[in-house]
């Protein structure tokens, strides 16, 4: 049995790094994407307290108990939705739902008209206007916004 593990896990190797080289590999490799919510309901921890407190050991359990269910050659979950964060910035584009899924409401940052805008300076567009539509706690007041231009707002 450890054979075999063992030659799966060297093919899996292969066809990723030829993917990687551009050499055409042996077959198509497989990535499975699962939900991190997911996966820490299937390792049987609570969802809601998992997302805000966890540790290094707690991560690998969960990946651990991950590869009952991933059949594919390699797998992807992170903890990069942070919901304390996320509540920190008041943001608009994630928040959690009283079950402890982070939810996406439909949001719109930018509008049709201001693609000009975006183009002519992309760095103070997007640092003025789209960020702070995603987070509220990145809204630049007037008088903040004076004093990083070196100007007097009155």
């Given at each position: 049995m450890d054979k075999d593990i063992e030659v799966l896990r060297q093919e899996r190797e292969q066809v990723a790094k030829d993917v990687r080289r551009g050499i055409?590999?042996?077959?198509v490799p497989v990535r499975?994407?699962?939900?991190?919510?997911?996966?820490?309901?299937?390792?049987?921890?609570?969802?809601?307290?998992t997302q805000y407190h966890y540790?290094?050991?707690e991560c690998v359990e969960i990946?651990?108990?991950?590869?009952e269910i991933v059949r594919g050659d390699n797998f992807g979950a992170a903890f990069a939705r942070n919901p304390v964060a996320a509540m920190l910035i008041k943001g608009k584009t994630n928040f959690m739902s009283k079950s402890g899924f982070i939810q996406h409401p439909e949001t719109c940052v930018m509008e049709e008209d201001e693609y000009d805008e975006l183009i002519a300076d992309p760095e103070t567009f997007i640092g003025k206007k789209i960020i702070p539509r995603k987070a509220e706690m990145y809204s630049v007041s007037p008088m903040t916004l004076s004093r990083l231009n070196g100007s007097s707002p009155i």
């Open positions: 055409i590999p042996k077959r499975d994407s699962l939900s991190l919510e997911l996966l820490i309901e299937y390792s049987g921890k609570d969802l809601l307290t540790n290094y050991e990946m651990e108990k991950a590869q």
